[in-house]
């Protein structure tokens, strides 16, 4: 894990199964649900309007049946191999309350596996602060374990 | 002139011209030149990289000249139709230092003319009021009948 600048919180990690597998995983519903949620919290409900300018939107339940939603827009798609969604818009091109992060998701072939990176680049070096302190690399990391146990299976 | 929603500015006209060479003038650098800075300013350097994610680029200059560059990113092109961009990245996906604007520009064939709609859409309602004050419409405006000129010899 390395910050790339004061805005920016990177996870990275090698992870055996193509790129067209977590690909797949990042953008089916059915599959997204399987992953995206740190456990013993669930994914409810996911949207992936798969273009510029398409709608992505999660929602995720915690083990007390409490209900988070949260959306955004994808700006950039790469098949298998580059994902940019931002939560700047609710939908197109409607601004949200508070334009937070851009995610910037990356599959590259790596020696027969895959190096995984999910950057999340914040908009201020306060809101990158924030979302390390809401527990940003410990969520997305056991994510990104629950990703490469699904894109083994597919 | 309407506005929407309290984060949001308009500008409308009804100009002579098809939506064709509306489209051109605002995505030609050399017929952007041409009429995107109000008279006595000039347009120094203009740049359409025209895909979702591309840059849009522009240097002003002032009659005595000083330089006033600003830049964005495409969202949404539609060939004649659309054009939606934002300066909340200076490139594709640069966070800009404050997230300001969305514009939205759409041609409307509207008897026989174009139905020309500039809208800006800021993030709060106090970068819209900023913006108004600092002479959205008469700027916008003036810039409206210099495009409407041109189209005219288009």
Request: net charge positive; hydrophobic share 45%.
């Given at each position: 894990m390395t910050d790339l600048s004061g805005r920016d919180l990177v996870l990275t990690r090698l992870i055996p199964a193509p790129p067209a597998a977590l690909y797949r995983a990042w953008t089916e519903p059915e599959l997204l649900k399987q992953w995206?949620?740190?456990?013993p919290f669930t994914v409810a409900e996911a949207e992936t309007e798969l273009r510029p300018g398409g709608t992505t939107r999660i929602v995720m339940r915690g083990p007390d049946g409490t209900e988070f939603a949260s959306s955004g827009v994808y700006l950039e798609l790469v098949e298998n191999a580059r994902i940019v969604f931002t939560d700047?818009?609710?939908?197109?091109w409607e601004p949200a309350a508070k334009p937070f992060f851009t995610g910037i998701i990356t599959f590259a072939p790596e020696g027969g596996a895959t190096r995984y990176t999910a950057l999340a680049r914040h908009w201020t070096d306060e809101d990158r602060a924030a979302h390390e302190a809401m527990g940003f690399h410990d969520g997305w990391g056991r994510c990104a374990d629950q990703l490469a146990d699904l894109a083994a299976r597919l």
């Open positions: 995206f949620a740190p456990k700047a818009y609710t939908r197109a």
